[in-house]
T-cell receptor, first 112, second 112 residues
């Protein structure tokens, strides 16, 4: 069966520090991968999605970037965090042409 | 552009009572529709999905949803709510590129 992992689970970082969040998927090949940010009362905002290694599409301009160095690994990064980057970050995957997405447990990021 | 509206931000029901969570979508063609549930601090879990065919779909944990094209709705129902159903519920519609647009969520509180 497929599983999706995210780490760290929680993170507290000062403004201006770098960021690296990791997501890995097991039990499937060539998944579509997604990064979302969730702010209270605002639902889920799609940040990035990827259909293959090195293929990243950005949904909104922001202080963040994403990379996919391996088939089942998706990384969310920032060079300098802003207070507004605080939130709950979720990684998800889907297979092939499916719209059905499966989510990881999330990372709570607090920028101080 | 596709959009999803969940008109109820908060809903409170008594344990054992029936539940209906509303979802309205805007989409030009036959939509792919989903309901997800999120417990505090957790990722999203897929409850059920509609792609085509029977307009009444069954999901996990005793939930069901009915697709009504004439009303552009996909409401989630459960005949008898359990205290463990307290969570946030998200409706989502598929859009191009295997992506989903999410509603802003409905927070369900269950009174014992």
């Amino acid at each position: 069966s497929q599983t999706i992992h995210q780490w760290p689970a929680t993170l507290v970082q000062p403004v201006g520090s770098p960021l690296s969040l990791e997501c890995t998927v097991e039990g499937t090949s060539n998944p579509n991968l997604y990064w979302y940010r969730q702010a209270a009362g605002r639902g889920l905002q799609l940040l990035f999605y990827s259909v293959g290694i090195g293929q990243i599409s950005s949904e909104v301009p922001q202080n963040l970037s994403a990379s996919r160095p391996q088939d089942r690994q998706f990384i969310l990064s920032s060079k300098k965090l802003l207070l507004s980057d605080s939130g709950f970050y979720l990684c998800a995957w889907s297979s092939g042409q499916s719209y059905e997405q499966y989510f990881g447990p999330g990372t709570r990021l607090t920028v101080t | 552009a596709q959009s999803v509206t969940q008109p109820d931000i908060h809903i409170t029901v008594s344990e054992g009572a029936s539940l209906e969570l509303r979802c309205n979508y805007s989409y030009g063609a036959t939509p792919y529709l989903f309901w997800y549930v999120q417990s505090p601090g957790q990722g999203l879990q897929l409850l059920l999905k509609y792609f085509s065919g029977d307009t009444l779909v069954q999901g996990i944990k005793g939930f069901e949803a009915e697709f009504k094209r004439s009303q552009s709705s996909f409401n989630l129902r459960k005949p008898s709510v359990h205290w463990s159903d307290a969570a946030e519920y998200f409706c989502a519609v598929g859009r191009g590129g295997n992506k989903l647009t999410f509603g802003t969520g409905t927070q369900l509180k269950v009174e014992l």
